[in-house]
């Protein structure tokens, strides 16, 4: 069995490799995956670097650590901006036939910042990553050969860890009672994330009584749902902000019109959006209904048996663990507090 420091150093360096090629393709803007490819791979070694960090010491500082966080997080506007902009665009029929200002002004400002985003990530992100990258190889090369004495194995260490975030989740899932409690649901979605990121590489190995494979697409299935929560909060809180925005850039150019000087013709522009709340208004509505939906489904699909079940077969797994290092997969005992409410929309189909 490796110790910790050289097993988590031989997936790191799998990662590395994956995020250099993604990064090299960034500057394609034929290749429409290549963002979303190194996006997810930063973020994995992100995930393995800090899960470790206490098994691996200094293999790679936390400086480093911290430096790879902002190139994780510089991705996230760009995505979320897209992201909104799908669910608009797939949910633009439920808003129904009428008219409603201010949603081609709310689209335009997603798009403009999506592709402002996604321009600056393009154009800063691979000097950044390829800096940072071979500083961060030096230091998975060294811990492959990291002999330390007294250093854990990687599945005692890997079997630790998975208990640590199944009881992040078993609480951060208590702790959700409402759409409100959006940290709640952000912090349970994190840990689900971190459990299957931990689980992926030693899938088909130490899984008694379920298979590896099927474990983690149960985990996925959770964190898919937790996922479309999560974003549902950050494009309502995209919308509080957006109807004050078109507030007042209303009132910007009621102010300019009011000022212009009648005997001079204007300068021709090409008009833009007009700003307008009903539109933004309309689709805030939707929005929570929408997560009262997804909220309702949290709790009929996985309250009780499908949570305790996953929740003992990933303990059952993490006490288990002794099993040989792999390359990465490409690509409750508590259980949720019954909540019935006679408000509660229906659950989604």
């Known amino acids: 069995m490796r110790p910790a420091p050289a097993a988590v150093a031989l997936i790191g ?16 803007p034929e290749d429409a995956e290549a963002l979303h490819d190194f996006r997810v791979t930063v973020r994995r070694l992100r995930t393995l670097l800090r899960s470790y960090r206490d098994d ?14 902002d190139v994780a997080r510089s991705t996230g506007p760009g995505r979320d901006a897209e992201v909104q902009l799908a669910w608009i665009e797939a949910h633009r029929a439920d808003l129904g036939a009428g008219p409603r200002p201010g949603l081609a002004w709310l689209v335009a400002r997603l798009e403009q910042r999506r592709d402002r985003a996604y321009a600056g990530i393009r154009e800063d ?11 961060i190889r030096r230091g998975l090369t060294r811990g492959l050969a990291d002999t330390t004495p007294g250093r854990l194995a990687f599945g005692a260490a890997t079997g630790r860890l998975v ?5 992040e989740l078993e609480q951060e899932l208590d702790a959700a009672r ?5 940290a709640a649901i952000h912090r349970a979605r994190i840990a689900v994330k971190r459990l299957r990121y931990l689980l992926e590489p030693l899938q088909g190995e130490g899984a008694p009584g379920a298979t590896g494979p099927a474990i983690i697409d149960r985990l996925k299935q959770l964190q898919d749902l937790l996922g479309e929560l999560h974003d549902l909060h950050v494009l309502a809180a995209e919308l509080g902000d957006a109807s004050a925005d078109a507030a007042a850039e209303r009132a910007r150019r009621q102010h300019q019109a009011a000022v212009r000087d009648a005997t001079r013709a204007a300068p021709k522009r090409r008009p833009r959006p007009a700003p307008g709340s009903a539109g933004v208004l309309a689709l805030a509505r939707l929005v929570a209904q929408w997560e ?18 996953l929740v003992e077969d990933v303990t059952r797994w993490g006490h288990a663990l002794n099993v040989p290092v792999l390359a990465p997969h490409p690509s409750r005992s508590r259980a949720l507090p019954t909540r019935r409410s006679a408000t509660r929309p229906a659950r989604a189909e």
């Open 13 to 28: 360096l799998t990662l590395l490799d994956a995020a250099r090629a993604a990064a090299g393709r960034l500057g394609d």
């Open 56 to 69: 691996v010491g200094e293999v790679v500082t936390r400086k480093l650590q911290r430096r790879l966080r």
């Open 125 to 135: 992100g691979p000097p950044e990553f390829h800096q940072l990258e071979r500083r």
């Open 163 to 167: 208990r640590t975030y199944v009881a």
């Open 178 to 182: 409402s759409t409100r409690d959006a």
């Open 292 to 309: 009262e939906r997804l909220f309702s489904r949290l709790v009929s699909e996985w309250i009780d048996d499908a949570l305790l079940a």
